[in-house]
C-alpha cells in the first residue's frame, strides 16, 4: 500500500499569513494527487486535484504543485474561513489512502 | 446542482450489519463512481472503497474484504455500503463521495487520475453494546 505522508500535522498561522502543506508518497503517484479542507462537523470538500487544478469555486489563494513523490499545497494569505483540517490522497492505487491530515489553526 | 444524500445515524451491536444508502440528485448517475469514506471519532479519513454506477465494477481496500458489499440501484440513483460483522472499531461516521476520472492528454502517455467532487453529509454509526 502507498503511505501518504503530510508534514507538519498541525500549524499555527495568523491571518494574511502564506503556508505551506507538503504531503510525501512513498512511492511515485504521478499527478494522482487531491487535496481536501473539513471543517469541524462537516464533511471533506475538495480543493484540488491532478496535484494542481484548483476545484471549481475554490479561490485563488490556494495553489498547489508537485509530481512523483513530493506535493504541495499552499495559502498566500490566510483568511478566517481557511481554519480547518487538511488531507492528501492519493489515487494511483487501491487502496485509495489519505494523509493523516493538517490541523491548521489560528496563531 | 449535484447532491448526495445518506441514510440518517444508525446504532447497532457488536456483530450485527448496518446498511448506509446514499441517493444521488442533479447529475447522471451512471456516469461516475461512488466513493465510500469512513472517519473514526477524531481520527483521519479512511477509504474504504468505491463502485461503478455505469457497470458494478468496484475496488475495495482489502481489510474491508469479506465484510463490505457496496451496490448501487440505478433506478433510484443510489448506492449502499453494508458492513457485517460490526465491531466497536467500525464506530464511525462513514462518507458517500462521487468520484469523477479526468484524464490529462498532453504526457506522452494518458494519465488518468481520480478525485471526489461531491460528498454526502455523512452517516454516523455507533456500534455498542
Sequence with gaps: DIQMTQSP????ASLGDRVTITCRASQSISISLNWYQQKPGKAPQLLV??????????????????SGTDFALTISSLQPE????????QTDTAPCSFGQGTKLEIK | QAQLVQSGAEVRKP??????????SGYTFTTYGVTWVRQAPGQGLEWMGWISAYNGDRELAQKFQGRVTMTTDTSTNTAYMELTGLRSDDTAVYYCARRVMGVEAAARQPIYYYYMDVWGEGTTVTVSS
Excluded: K, W
Design chain 1, 9 to 12: 500535522s498541525s500549524l499555527s
Design chain 1, 49 to 66: 486535484y491532478a496535484a494542481s487544478s484548483l476545484h471549481s469555486g475554490v479561490p485563488s489563494r490556494f495553489s498547489a504543485s508537485g
Design chain 1, 82 to 89: 481557511d481554519f480547518a483540517t487538511y488531507y492528501c490522497q
Design chain 2, 15 to 24: 456483530g450485527a450489519s448496518v446498511r448506509v444508502s446514499c441517493t444521488a
